[in-house]
């Protein structure tokens, strides 16, 4: 019961900012809202907003050390998210007392109705969560924002998230690998409700066999991988921001992910086989 929810309405046309008034009206000691200015930042934008107006008024909304879990869409906590999220949170802390640390689960993937589609989010899409260390973290997310818990320490260090990051997530994943700690909890803490409207969905993943024609065509073609793009521009952004901070090797790991802005595909692949194997 010691939580209390900042909402902000990102310039919804719907009756969305009326709804959030009166749950801050029904509960006013745990919703907290924030003044509508009809922006749309994205989701992204949106919850860099929000981690720096929880930072600067929290006096205001009776914080001590100030934990941050991230909230969207329509997915459904189970019941112990936070007390087990905040439990490894202080187990991690106690460790590594002032590092940033990020805490974050699996989840069930489940349609419109609460179905179960798939037990383990993290199977389902073929995540190799034990690939976490920073090298690891530069080229492939493994952080749903959603099963998110993160502390002062991160949040003040990561703040405020680059414009040119690909989500927050994973920005909030690099800095706490960079400098503190990731903690990985292996069970689902999170129904994450996939349908036709879901800004990122749930893709199973299918591993490509090496005899198949479209494998050596994605290996050998010319053709440029949008998202590998936006890893080098968010690699670059961060090597700008934190070069000074970052250790040798973690610099090298973002020289080869920036490596992949290059517009020619095969060379693109190169980097991304290089960066990934680092």
């Known amino acids: ?3 209390v929810v900042v909402a902000r309405d990102d310039g919804s046309s719907d009756a969305t900012p ?8 029904g509960y006013t000691e745990h919703i907290h809202v924030v003044k509508a200015d009809g922006n749309n930042l994205g989701a992204s934008g949106s919850f860099s907003f929000l981690v720096n107006y929880v930072l600067k008024h929290k006096d205001r909304l009776g914080l001590g050390p100030a934990y941050m879990a991230f909230c969207d869409q329509d997915d ?13 949170m202080l187990k991690a802390e106690s460790e590594q ?21 798939a037990e383990s989010l993290a199977r389902f ?8 260390s920073f090298p690891n973290m530069a080229i492939s997310n493994l952080v749903t924002g959603c099963t998110a818990l993160i502390n002062e320490a991160l949040a003040n260090r990561a703040m405020p998230v680059s414009e040119q990051a690909i989500m927050h997530d994973w920005w909030l994943a690099l800095v706490a690998s960079a400098f503190g700690r990731v903690v ?13 409207s879901n800004t990122i969905g749930a893709k199973e993943f299918i591993q490509p066999e090496p005899s198949s024609l479209s ?16 890893v080098a521009v968010q690699a670059g952004a961060f090597l700008r921001r934190y070069r000074n901070e970052l250790t040798f090797r973690d610099r ?27």
């Open 215 to 230: 494998f050596w065509r994605r290996v050998l073609g010319r053709k440029v991988n949008e998202h590998l793009l936006e």
């Open 184 to 196: 990985y909890l292996d069970q689902p803490l999170v129904h994450y409700r996939q349908h036709g």
């Open 18 to 25: 009326e709804l959030l008034m009166g749950f801050a009206i």
């Open 1 to 3: 019961e010691n939580l």
């Open 76 to 88: 459904i906590w189970e019941c112990r998210k936070l007390s087990l999220t905040m439990a490894a």
């Open 125 to 132: 899409q073929g995540l190799e969560t034990q690939r976490n």
């Open 252 to 278: 090298v790991a973002l020289r080869l992910c920036s490596g992949m802005k290059v517009q020619i595909g095969i060379v693109q692949r190169l980097f991304y086989r290089l960066a990934r194997r680092f």
């Open 97 to 117: 007392p002032g590092k940033p640390v990020l805490v974050h689960s699996d989840l069930e993937v489940v349609d419109e109705t609460s179905q179960p589609i």
